[in-house]
């Protein structure tokens, strides 16, 4: 993202925890930045795509390296390295909860049909990208029971984030934990 992107980004956000996701107001976040609302069209086309840069921040924080650097990572479990990586993105996730949560809940409206396709694929893409960062090479078969496995496990802490009001995301870190378990990973 170009510097004035990032403004525009960053003023959305701000906005959106102050006033909701589905409260915000592009016009006043031109207006806040004191640029045209043109300069905010060339850049997100509308809110989803703010959304969208949002999720890629979230994947990227996902994808870094691990902080107990790579050796120790790689000797890490299947599950213990599915899970670590997954929390990662709760974990960047977790300062704007409310907003994220808004976010996917606003993508899902029912108003809103040419959001639902691409949650779809984004989902997929994010649960390989998953698989990638935790080391899950299997194939065939067993790679689609991880990848559904995963997906269920990522929904379903997802869900608990959603409504999460405990210390460090506590109660979702557990869902998650125990979801990742029951993965078949190999």
Request: glycine share 6%; hydrophobic share 55%.
């Amino acid at each position: 993202m170009d510097h004035i992107a990032e403004q525009i980004f960053d003023a959305s956000m701000a906005q959106a925890r102050e006033s909701g996701w589905d409260a915000l107001a592009l016009d006043r976040v031109a207006e806040g930045l004191g640029i045209p609302l043109a300069d905010i069209a060339r850049r997100f086309p509308d809110a989803d795509a703010i959304a969208d840069a949002q999720f890629r921040r979230l994947l990227r924080a996902m994808l870094a390296d691990p902080e107990e650097g790579a050796e120790a990572f790689a000797a890490l479990s299947p599950h213990q390295r599915a899970t670590a990586v997954l929390w990662r993105w709760f974990s960047a996730a977790q300062p704007d909860r409310r907003v994220v949560a808004d976010m996917l809940k606003v993508k899902a409206w029912p108003s809103h049909p040419h959001t639902w396709v691409p949650m779809v694929f984004n989902l997929s893409r994010l649960i390989h990208w998953v698989r990638a960062a935790a080391h899950l090479h299997r194939g065939g078969i067993a790679r689609m029971a991880e990848e559904v496995g995963l997906t269920a496990a990522f929904l379903a802490a997802l869900a608990a984030f959603a409504v999460d009001g405990t210390e460090d995301a506590a109660r979702t870190r557990r869902v998650l934990e125990g979801a990742v378990a029951r993965v078949p990973l190999g």
